[in-house]
């Protein structure tokens, strides 16, 4: 399973694929981040479902809220450049789908649940979170790294390096 056979329009689509998201999350980041007054409150006081009590304690706390938002902010734009550049691509994958899941367990599109906050759409389970965090899982399990990115420049490098004894 260490090789996968797929061809060069699969990887550079999955390649793609990761760049894409990856911008998205750098986006998301770089737009709250200078915003200056951006805050996770609303979002989090708008919780519903089975830990809507949490989400509502964080957002009550004000020291806690500003690490939450830091760690929004931050955590958004660190995951966006690791997956845009290829750099510590799985872990930007795995800290991807580790905050989309956050924000999909906050506000889950569940019938029933009402928000004052419009939503994008009209859904029953599944929301551009669930894609996004799907395709990230993908991205997790298929090394595009690989492909493309500074983990390959790295791998390259570490396979010549002298102190390797498998070179």
Not at 17 to 34: D, N, P, S, T
Not at 46 to 62: C, T, V, Y
Not at 64 to 71: D, G, M, P, T
């Amino acid at each position: 399973m260490k090789n996968i056979q797929l061809s060069r329009i699969q990887w550079i689509s999955l390649v793609a694929l990761r760049m894409i998201i990856g911008w998205h999350f750098l986006y998301e980041g770089v737009a709250k981040l200078l915003k200056g007054n951006w805050s996770a409150y609303g979002f989090l006081m708008e919780s519903k479902w089975i830990f809507a009590d949490l989400f509502r304690w964080m957002a009550g706390q004000p020291a806690l809220l500003e690490v939450v938002n830091a760690a929004n902010i931050w955590g958004l734009i660190l995951i966006g450049l690791g997956l845009m550049l290829g750099a510590f691509t799985r872990l930007a994958a795995a800290g991807g789908i580790l905050l989309i899941a956050l924000y999909y367990l906050c506000n889950p599109p569940f019938v029933g649940l009402f928000y004052s906050i419009p939503a994008e759409g009209n859904y029953i389970f599944i929301n551009k979170n669930i894609v996004e965090l799907a395709a990230l899982v993908v991205l997790l399990l298929i090394p595009t790294q690989q492909m493309a990115g500074v983990d390959r420049i790295l791998a390259k490098l570490l396979k010549k390096s002298p102190r390797n004894p498998a070179s």
